[in-house]
């Protein structure tokens, strides 16, 4: 058992709003964590700590370490985009660029200064077959993506991020969008994705939790109430709040 | 009668008033014009190359004001799409939300300056200014008029983008930063080309608003009608035309006076088919995300 990542006494603070308080957890290596808790409970916000992506907001400030292989992404001589080409995201919304298929799963290779047709090909290729994609839009390469169905296109975005071969991938709430078949599709991949992934997902669906996580940390007002393998979480919590809110008493 | 139909009204009436005034102007335009080519052959006005209507000699060849309108188009254009675009993408990529909204409103004054005082800026500032470097300019050029007629169409250029671009669903954005793009990258991978329909029609009016422009050449770019493409020499642009003939004192009903109807539909043809084309992208663009 490896840990990939670690938080260490993290808050998070939008201008006064303090949005995370003192979290502490360490993630496992090629297993699927899941963040469970109430909307606004700051799931995202963690989430978004992890490749950066709360940069960009103007109010946001950090107090504490995130580390990735030991290292504080957090440091200084960190430069944010190599990070990221490391740390693969799929937002909550199928996001597809209004481009072809071919170039949307291209894109981070070509990114990282790849040219070369063939190899672009190739790893094309196998991000759309790891996706579970490939069958399904191998003859329809250079269609935009915006003419697939909602599933297909969640499919297709993950497949972007594993184009460019990352060790970790960050999914919030990724098939909040999807219909139940899609979202039976997208869980089965997730699944299949930790063998060579660390993944760590936010997710609404208690059962989804259940189904594809190795380890689910439950999040209260910005407090981490609860950490441990899913199946203790999911038959014998310890925290009553745990317990109410996986059994559907409130969220 | 209610209120309701009385505001119904008065909103047909204004939107007729609107279409019957179109329609006088192209009946004016049209019958005038058609008066005209009865005395000029179409040949010789798309094909001579002098206009010299209020000569002796007379000439009636379009092209040197088409010519003279398409350098200083040309020319304002060159000044107003990158400065404008780079603008666009600096205030919708980069630049803070504060800084933003501070920039935006200071930029679209530019378009509210008098155009009047454009052309005695262009006159009395920057041709001076050019010649001290460049000799031999002509005080009358259309490389002042067009520089600072394209300083003029900036904010229509950098305002249109920045909607466009400011349109385009954050989440792109995320996912290309996320992708580990840098903003560069994701300026010109993905939101320039996601917004490229938007950006074409603020590129396409920033050319009808130069070839329509006509206080910036008449005042600063001169009246003689030349065939050229030098920058530095006096030229006249249609719109210029227009005017000297308007202010001057050719008697109405003349072949003199109808020469600025034909000077007019050509003017009108250009920015139609601006419209048009601008139109379609429009069109094109809405079908695509919805
Ligand atoms: N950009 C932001 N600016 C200010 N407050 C924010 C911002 N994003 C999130 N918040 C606040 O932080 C808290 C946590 O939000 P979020 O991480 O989105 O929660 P979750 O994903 O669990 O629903 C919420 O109270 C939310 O209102
Ligand atoms: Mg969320």
Redesign the pocket.
């Known amino acids: 058992m490896k840990n990939k990542l670690e938080a260490k006494n993290v808050s998070v603070f ?1 201008d006064d ?1 303090q ?1 995370l308080n003192n979290i502490n957890m360490s993630f496992e290596e090629n297993a699927v964590t899941a963040l469970i ?1 109430p ?7 963690y989430l978004r700590l992890f490749n950066r992506m709360n940069d960009y ?1 103007e ?1 946001f400030r950090l107090e504490g370490e995130i580390l990735i292989d030991k290292k504080n992404i957090y440091n200084k001589n960190i430069i944010v985009e190599d990070l990221r080409k490391n740390i693969g995201m799929v937002f909550q919304k199928p996001n597809p660029f209004p481009k072809s298929i071919f170039e949307n799963v291209a894109y981070g290779l070509r990114i990282q200064g790849i040219k070369n047709k063939a190899i672009l090909r190739i790893k094309v290729r196998k991000a759309l077959q790891q996706a579970a994609l490939w069958d399904e839009v191998k003859n329809d390469l250079d269609k935009s993506a915006l003419t697939l169905s909602g599933g297909q296109q969640q499919r297709l975005c993950i497949a972007r991020t594993l184009a460019v071969e990352p060790s970790i991938v960050l999914m919030d709430e990724p098939t909040s969008a999807l219909d139940p078949i899609a979202t039976a599709k997208v869980e089965k991949l997730i699944y299949e994705l930790k063998k060579e992934y660390t993944i760590i997902i ?1 997710t609404h669906n208690m059962q989804q939790a259940k189904r594809i996580s190795d380890y689910t940390a439950f999040f209260y007002m910005g407090d981490l109430i609860e950490y441990n393998k899913t199946e203790h979480i999911f038959t014998n919590p310890t925290h009553d709040r745990t317990q109410n809110y996986i059994t559907g008493r409130f969220g | 009668m209610n209120k309701e139909k009385i505001i119904e009204g008065l909103l047909k009436l204004s939107a007729s008033i609107t279409i019957l005034t179109t329609i006088g102007i192209l009946y004016v335009l049209l019958s005038e014009s058609i008066s005209f080519f009865k005395e000029v052959s179409i040949l010789e006005f798309l094909t001579d190359k002098e206009w010299t209507p209020l000569f002796v000699n007379k000439h009636f060849g379009i092209l040197p004001l088409v010519m003279g309108t398409l350098l200083t188009t040309f020319i304002a254009v060159s000044v107003a799409i990158p400065i404008g675009i780079t603008i666009a993408i600096y205030l919708s990529e980069y630049a803070p939300n504060k800084f933003r909204k501070i920039v935006k409103p200071l930029l679209e004054i530019l378009a509210a300056v008098p155009t009047i005082v454009y052309g005695f800026f262009a006159l009395v500032v920057v041709t001076p200014f050019l010649q001290s470097f460049i000799p031999g300019m002509s005080g009358f050029n259309s490389l002042s008029a067009g520089i600072v007629m394209g300083i003029m169409i900036i904010p229509y250029v950098s305002s249109l983008s920045e909607d466009a671009l400011r349109a385009v669903p954050k989440a792109l954005r995320n996912a290309s930063f996320g992708m580990g793009a840098t903003r560069l990258q994701t300026a010109f991978k993905v939101m320039v080309p996601a917004a490229s329909s938007g950006i074409i029609v603020s590129i396409i009016l920033a050319f009808s608003r130069a070839i329509g422009e006509t206080m910036i050449v008449a005042i600063a770019a001169g009246q003689q009608p030349r065939l050229t493409l030098n920058p530095l020499v006096p030229i006249e642009t249609i719109t210029a035309y227009i005017v000297q003939v308007s202010l001057g004192d050719v008697a109405h009903g003349s072949l003199e006076y109808k020469t600025i109807f034909a000077a007019g539909i050509t003017l009108f043809l250009f920015t139609f088919i601006l419209n048009n084309i601008s139109y379609y992208i429009r069109k094109k663009f809405k079908e695509q995300y919805e």
């Open positions: 939008y709003f949005a808790g909307s606004g409970c700051g799931k995202s916000t907001i109010s936010v």
